[in-house]
């Protein structure tokens, strides 16, 4: 069908899995634009709350008795072919719409669409531009990935041009969208259960690109040879960044004992301002530096650039401190890529401690097959590996591979590591094994970090 995000006000829309992370700020924004909203989730959540106060009819559980007076079901990739608000919809002529399309209509309604893609950092580069743009009172209409404390939530509803949000490569899902200006952090091999090979990821990353209009910009880190190649194709305006020979660098980096950089800023010669970062590591120069291009691109003033960035802490979940207890540090961290991993760790030699002991919970039976190889050199800088099982996700154990599997290898490599095979298990080792000035990294993009938490409680 056809959806007009200004016209079709009239229209009740249905979302089926409506307290996801993407799903729900969606329903927001139409909240906000006055449309009649109701939805459907599986079991009860804080997001769900937020909606219900703004308007939102919320059912707990799926069931075709969901669908009432509704003219439009919006769905996403995770909900099966056999949920019954999708059959019922499809049995009784209800128009449906997976929902990168119905994002794509609503950026539609907006001038200066900001969408950032890459394999990594998407949440962490969108949190840092979140608080540029609030600092700069450009009112935006933010999608986030993760929970940001500078708007409550994962979605903020603004009243200007302004819309920023993720873009995530996954079934090709960001060719739906209308970028004024586009972001790609990087290009990994990664949702290998859906693209072929790196090749088709590199091909898809391209199709994003050429979807900014000619007066749009596309913003892309020189540090990845896949990016820099697709920057020389595109017809659009482009803007670079990286450590070197790029349009926007930073210089005489340091770090202070949490990690943090601290930088100079340059557009090509001309030195912009200092900076330091809240958020640790490497990799977090860089995810300023595409904020910062954006920055540019928006004439928003070096004062509330310098200000966003430095107030700036992330999203939940990116090298989130959790807490300290008896001397033991604990962080929590999405990472659930090999790259990801790698960067979490060289993160966490920076902070002063003993030990790191990492609680891992690989991610999709997928992921950890195809990956495999990758999976086994990225834990060389944890002092000790705590394997938990698969977390399955969208995904059915197809018995291919397994954390014993990794376990195996990654023991075979001189990684010390232990597989588990509960919480209570991984949370008893630990609490068997971390001394006082210890780092606990509980690392995952499934349910890994409730190790983290429960150490912190019971040791109290």
């Known amino acids: 069908m056809s959806f007009n995000f200004i016209k079709d006000r009239d229209k009740k829309v249905h979302f089926v899995g409506i307290g996801g992370i993407s799903m729900s700020g969606l329903a927001a924004v139409l909240l906000n634009s006055g449309y009649k909203v109701s939805g459907s989730d599986f079991k009860e959540s804080g997001i769900l709350n937020k909606l219900r106060l703004a308007g939102a009819d919320i059912y707990i559980g799926h069931s075709k008795e969901n669908i009432k007076n509704v003219d439009l079901v919006v769905y996403t990739a995770a909900i099966p072919e056999n949920n019954p608000e999708l059959v019922y919809a499809r049995e009784n002529n209800i128009d449906l719409m997976n929902r990168a399309e119905f994002l794509g209509n609503i950026m539609r309604g907006h001038k200066y669409n900001v969408a950032i893609s890459g394999t990594h950092g998407k949440t962490t580069c969108t949190s840092m531009l979140s608080n540029i743009t609030l600092k700069a009172n450009l ?19 603004g009243n200007s041009d302004y819309f920023l949000t993720e873009a995530c490569e996954y079934k090709r899902s960001f060719l739906n969208f209308f970028p004024y200006i586009g972001v790609i952090l990087n290009i990994d091999a990664d949702h290998l259960d859906y693209y072929k090979d790196i090749d088709e990821i590199t091909e898809t990353f391209e199709k994003f690109a050429n979807l900014i209009p000619e007066d749009g910009y596309l913003i892309g880190y020189v540090g990845d040879s896949r990016v820099k190649t697709i920057l020389s194709k595109v017809k659009c305006n482009t803007l670079s960044y990286g450590l070197k020979d790029a349009d926007v660098t930073a210089r005489n980096i340091t770090f202070n004992e949490k990690g943090c950089a601290s930088f100079e800023v340059y557009n090509g010669d001309k030195k912009l301002f200092n900076l330091t970062l809240n958020n640790p ?19 928003i003033n070096n004062e509330d650039i310098i200000c ?13 401190y959790k807490g300290e207890v008896n001397g033991v540090t604990v962080i929590d961290d999405y ?63 197809n018995g291919l591979v397994s954390s014993n599997d990794l376990g195996k290898a990654l023991r075979a490599k001189g990684v010390k590591c232990i597989n588990v095979h509960s919480h209570a298990e991984a949370l008893e080792y630990v609490k068997n094994s971390v001394k006082p000035n210890d780092l606990l990294l509980t690392v995952g993009a499934g349910d890994v970090v409730i190790v983290g938490e429960e150490y912190l409680n019971q040791e109290k």
Not at 147 to 157: A, T
């Open 281 to 299: 590591g490497e990799h977090n120069i860089l995810n300023a530096l595409s904020s910062i291009c954006v920055s540019l691109i928006f004439n």
């Open 335 to 397: 990472a659930h890529h090999p790259v990801e991993i790698k960067a979490t760790l060289k993160t966490s030699k920076k902070i002063p401690h003993n030990k790191t002991f990492c609680v891992f919970q690989p991610h999709t039976y997928t992921r950890t097959k195809t990956l495999f190889d990758e999976f086994t050199e990225a834990f060389f800088d944890a002092d000790e590996v705590v394997l938990m099982d698969i977390y399955a996700a969208r995904e059915k154990n």
């Open 139 to 157: 009112d935006p209409t933010i999608l986030v990935g993760g929970e940001l404390d500078v708007i409550g939530g994962n979605f903020r509803i």
């Open 308 to 320: 966003g960035l430095s107030e700036c802490r992330g999203a939940h979940k990116r090298f989130e």
